[in-house]
C-alpha cells in the first residue's frame, strides 16, 4: 500500500520547466541558452504568459545568485510551484520549475547532470548558441516528470550528498536593496503586455491569500 501511495504521489509531481542560462556578469542578465516546457495543466490561452513568467523568473533568480550556488526559490505568484537553480563556477546554469512536492534532492541531481551532458555536447556554450532544436533540455523535462528516473542517479551523485547546502529563499529577499519585482516586471523586455497584466493579477490574487 505504502508503494502504491508513494506512486500515486509521484504521478502528481510536475516540472513545468527546464532552461540552461549563461551567467554574463554584473549589469547584464544572463542568457537563456535552452529551454524546455510542459504547459498543458494550464489554459490556452494562459500558456504564454506562463511560459513567459517562467523564463522571466528563471533569469532573475540565476542573475542574483552567487556561482558555485544551489537555491530553491518560493514565488508567490506562482504558489504551488519553486525554481531550483544550479549555478556552476563556470558560469554555466540551469533552473526547474517544479511543483513543491518534487523531491528538492531529485531536482538538483537532475540539473547537475544535465549541465555535465550539456557541456559534453555543445561545448562552445560560452560563445555559440545551440541550435533551436537542441534536443538535450527536451529530453531531461521528459524523464525528470517521474522523479524515480532521477532517483537512481542520486545512489551514485557522489558531489550531492546530504552534506551539500542548499539556500532556500522568497523570490522577494532574494533581491538586491532597493529592488522590488513589480519594477523588475514593468521593465522586462522579455515580458508581453498581456503577460505583465498576468503578473498583476497573480499578485493580487496570491496577495489575498497570505495568512501572516
Known sequence: KRRRREKADRSKMKVLSIAVLKVQGDGVEPMVLSQASDLSSFGFFER????EMLTFFS????GR?????RITV?????????????IRADGLAATATADREYPV?????????LLDEFVEKWPEWQTRLPPADFPIVQQALIKCQNPANVDKLVKIQSDLDDTTTVLHKTIDNLLERGEKLDNLVERSDDLSK???MFYKQARKTNSCCVIC
Do not use: C, I, N, P
Not at 518560493?74 to 544550479?86: C, I, L, N
Open 59 to 62: 533569469k532573475t533568480v540565476v
Open 74 to 86: 518560493d514565488q508567490e505568484e506562482m504558489k504551488e510551484y519553486q525554481v531550483h537553480a544550479f
Open 65 to 69: 545568485v552567487k556561482v558555485g550556488s
Open 105 to 113: 534532492r531529485a531536482a538538483f541531481t537532475m540539473l547537475t547532470e
Open 48 to 51: 504564454r504568459s506562463v511560459g
Open 194 to 196: 498581456q503577460s505583465k
